[in-house]
């Protein structure tokens, strides 16, 4: 069992930047690909970065690209979402996931374990 807790949220206004945070309780991300998705308020979980669990290997959704750069430490505990350029529309509890296995994954149904989630409130 991995359990997943998500932390960086919070109120920005547009144009800010912010630095969410997921750490694994109790052990590391070895083997198992990483991924942030958001649910913004009546809408579907969506897909928003993954990187595989040796940092190399990274895929984003477009709307965030070159705006989001999502990273892993180098002791393989924490994953992490920057975002920059912040916009409204990129408001959403961010979630973070993981999947046991070698690869990049981009698909919601792929992930095994989840997070409780983070609030990102961008204004304008």
């Known amino acids: 069992q991995v359990q997943l807790v998500e932390s960086g949220g919070g109120l920005v206004q547009a144009g800010g930047s912010l630095r969410l945070s997921c750490a694994a309780s109790?052990?590391?991300?070895?083997?198992?690909?990483m991924g942030w998705f958001r649910q913004g308020p009546g809408k579907e979980r969506e897909f928003v970065a993954a990187?595989?669990?040796?940092?190399?290997?990274?895929y984003y959704t477009s709307s965030v690209k070159g705006r989001f750069t999502i990273s892993i430490d180098n002791a393989k505990t924490t994953v992490y979402l920057q975002m920059n350029s912040l916009k409204p529309e990129d408001t959403a509890v961010y979630y973070c996931?993981?999947?046991?296995?070698?690869?990049?994954?981009?698909?919601?149904?792929?992930?095994?374990?989840w997070g409780q989630g983070t609030q990102v409130t961008v204004s304008s």
């Open positions: 996931a993981a999947k046991q296995g070698l690869g990049v994954y981009g698909s919601r149904d792929e992930y095994d374990y």
């Open positions: 109790g052990r590391t991300f070895s083997r198992y690909g």
């Open positions: 990187i595989r669990w040796t940092g190399t290997g990274t």
